[in-house]
């Protein structure tokens, strides 16, 4: 399984982005999706998460700005971010987990670099 993301690039602060990640194969079944981001010298970090069961977790720092939604009939996962902040400049990966058993993600894309500065 790929998963491809796209949709990154340099916005001024208080812009807007919409991500998307691809699947290569079918997302409906999958257990759960999630969006990580990683700062230049800065471990990996959350930004959010969504279930099959139509549930989905933020980040504190994102909550209310960012959100995460699937399409199941283009296989995609997006994250839709508005009010950006330079803060939020990161390489944002998405990741899929495929059964309510795996151990943690089992997919991971190689990321697309969203840039906030003016």
């Known amino acids: 399984v790929q998963l491809l993301e796209s949709g990154g690039g340099l916005v001024q602060p208080g812009g807007s982005l919409t991500l998307s990640c691809a699947a290569s194969?079918?997302?409906?079944?999958?257990?759960?999706m999630a969006w990580y981001r990683q700062a230049q010298g800065k471990d990996r970090e959350s930004v959010a998460a969504?279930?099959?069961?139509?549930?989905?977790v933020y980040a504190p720092f994102v909550q209310g700005r960012f959100n995460i939604y699937r399409d199941g009939g283009e296989n995609t996962l997006n994250l839709q971010m508005n009010d950006l902040k330079p803060e939020d400049t990161a390489m944002y990966y998405c990741?899929?987990?495929?059964?309510?058993?795996?151990?943690?993600?089992?997919?991971w894309g190689q990321g697309t670099q969203v840039t906030v500065s003016s």
């Open positions: 990741a899929a987990q495929v059964s309510v058993s795996s151990d943690g993600y089992d997919y």
């Open positions: 194969e079918s997302i409906e079944n999958y257990h759960a």
């Open positions: 969504t279930t099959r069961a139509g549930m989905s």
